[in-house]
């Protein structure tokens, strides 16, 4: 990883909206599931959960680069 740039602005110069990737849920809340991705976390908000451990393949749905987090949906 570039020294100069943190876990977040690597993911986000690599990705973009629509892009289709796997990850590990981490965390199961009430408004849906956290996935990490690559070193940092987004949030899947769906009717159905995966569990805690899963490996998922979503589709990022709006990265919000301000407040560096993604969300995402079912691929």
């Not at 876990?7 to 289709?20: I, K, N, P, T, Y």
């Not at 796997?22 to 599931?33: K, L, W």
């Amino acid at each position: 990883m570039n020294q100069q740039m943190s876990q977040w602005e690597e993911f986000a110069a690599r990705h973009s909206e629509g892009d289709v990737v796997s990850g590990h849920v981490v965390q199961i809340v009430p408004f849906g599931a956290f996935v990490e991705i690559e070193g940092v976390h987004g949030l899947l908000v769906e009717h159905e959960l995966p569990s805690e451990g899963a490996t998922v393949t979503v589709r990022i749905a709006q990265i919000d680069h301000d407040k560096q987090r993604f969300s995402l949906t079912t691929a």
